[in-house]
Every structure is written in C-alpha cells, then in structure tokens.
C-alpha cells in the first residue's frame, strides 16, 4: 500500500493535507458509489462530522465537503458520494480505483453531532440520497445508543436501487458484534422511494405529515419532549423538513448551543 511519502503525483501535495490510499470502491448505481481509504494515525472525527476531500490533479485541486461515513473506531475511512457528470471533483473521483490517491484535509468539522443535541428518549434521523452519509458513521458509533433508547433511521431516494447502501448499513450495524448488540431491537430503518414504484413511497416530509412514517413504524409522533432530530439532504429537502419539526416545537441546535434538531446540507458537486 502507497503511503503518504510514496505518492506519487505530479503535483505537490498542499499543506495541511493527508495524501491517502484508496482501499476499496462499489458502485450502487450510475449516479452513487462508495468508497473506502487508509486512515491517517492523527485523524480524530466526531462521528457524524465531514472533511474535505480532494484529488491529487491539479497545481491547486478542488476539494468538496464529504461526510465521514464510517465510525470513528474505524480503521479506514468511508465516504458515499454522487457522480455528477460534470462535477469539478467528481466526475474524477468516481473514476478511483483501489492504490489511487486520495487528499483529505486534517479538520473534521459540522453540525450533525451528538453534542449538538440535548438528551432525549428518540432518535429520528432523516436523509435522503447521499444524505445518509453521516449517519452511516452515528448508527456505528456506540455513544449513539448510549444517548437514546430508539434511533430510526430513514432514507427516501428517487429509485430503490438508491437505498441499497442503506439497507447494507443496516444490515452490517446490526450484525456487528458489538454494535448489533447495542442496536438489536432499538435501531429501524424507513426506507421510501418517489420515482420508483416500491411498497413504501413518497417523500419523508408527506410520510410526516400525514402521518404514514408514524403508522408504519407503530410509534408516537414526533414531540419535543421526547424527540431529537437530525436531517441530512438537498437544501430543499433541509428547509421543508425544518419548517415541520420547527412547526411542532423543535428549536435549532449547534455545537455552541445544542437543542432539539440539526440540520446539514449534503454534498452535492
Ligand atoms: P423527488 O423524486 O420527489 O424529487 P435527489 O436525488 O434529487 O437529491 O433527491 C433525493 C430524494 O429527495 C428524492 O426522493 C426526492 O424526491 C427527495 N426530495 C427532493 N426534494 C425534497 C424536498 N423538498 N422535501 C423532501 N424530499 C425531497
């Protein structure tokens, strides 16, 4: 395997940045792919945080913000990404195969942090497309499961062969050995498309509104009281879910000031 020393570009590598390996890449559809690459030692994240990532092809490459997929305990690092045809990074980045080069800024940084949120009973965290990439890494992390008896999880995306990278996640947390324990009867995944006909459709905000997610889960409505909430998606997506969960009475939270919700755009050039 390269290390860092050994990469070979014809570019310099920028200060401040990690040149690591890429270790292993799956395509799910034309339009989304993960990946995994090496870790470096001195990488610390908060599990639900991004960093910026970049290619080493150009004098001053372009870097874009990407969740860290995977948990901090993690040996690798995981991302989930979009291929953007014309995407300035990646429309390179989807091409990576195993040995290639990745660059990764030192700083991990965001909002969809446990230490955002005040303590509360339930969990609901609300993605759609990449947006599912944070909470790849906080449905891994035990301090999840320490903080909340019940973490649903949902997902909605265009067609079903999109959700795939949830349904392995799920799968994979639960049959972990140390998480499956911990998330064994208290983690769900909600999975929904809307351009594809599939039993469960529509998009999160209508399953909300009326009511269906609650229904289908056999759960009480979303309540301040009890609830916490963390939405991962396009900025429409963010805006319309935040007008409802602030409608019922959630307030915004931050690192600085943490609160009922918060809120994360994914990645999206
Ligand atoms: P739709 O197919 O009705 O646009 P995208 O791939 O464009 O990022 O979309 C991912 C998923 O997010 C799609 O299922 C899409 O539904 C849904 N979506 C798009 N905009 C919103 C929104 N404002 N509120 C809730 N879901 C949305």
């Given amino acids: 395997m390269q290390s860092a020393a050994e990469v070979k570009s014809a570019f310099p590598i920028p200060a401040g940045v990690h040149a690591e390996s890429v270790v292993s890449v799956k395509h799910y559809t034309d339009r989304l792919f993960s990946f995994r690459i090496t870790r470096p030692q001195s990488f ?7 960093v910026m990532i970049g ?15 995977s ?16 995407g300035p990074l990646t429309s390179h980045l989807q091409k990576i195969v195993p040995g290639d080069t ?26 759609t497309g990449t947006g599912i990439a944070p909470f790849a890494s906080l449905i891994r992390d035990p301090e999840t499961y320490e903080k909340f008896e019940q973490v649903v999880l949902t997902h909605t995306c265009r067609e079903e062969a999109e959700l795939a990278y ?4 799920y799968e994979q947390a639960v049959n ?5 324990e911990l998330a064994a009867g208290r983690l769900t995944l909600y999975s929904s498309t809307t351009r594809e006909e599939t039993p469960r459709m529509g998009r999160i905000t209508q399953l909300i509104e009326n009511g269906k997610l609650y229904a289908d889960l056999g759960v009480e409505p979303l309540d301040p009281a009890q609830d916490r909430v ?7 997506m963010l805006n319309d879910v935040k007008a409802i969960v602030e409608d019922m009475g959630f307030e915004e939270g931050s690192n600085a000031k943490p609160a009922d919700f918060v809120v994360e755009r994914a990645f999206v050039g």
């Fill in 44 to 50: 610390r994240f908060r599990s639900g945080e991004f």
């Fill in 71 to 86: 948990p901090s305990w993690d040996e690798e690092i995981e991302f989930f990404s979009i291929k953007v045809p014309d």
């Fill in 166 to 169: 949830g349904v392995e996640l």
């Fill in 102 to 127: 990745v660059l990764m800024r030192q700083k991990s940084t965001g909002t969809l942090v446990l230490d955002a949120l005040t303590p509360g009973k339930r969990l609901f965290m609300i993605s």
């Fill in 230 to 236: 963390m939405i991962c998606g396009s900025m429409a």
């Fill in 55 to 69: 290619l080493p092809n150009a004098e001053k490459p372009v870097f874009r913000a990407y969740s860290v997929a």
């Fill in 176 to 180: 972990d050995p140390l998480i499956g």
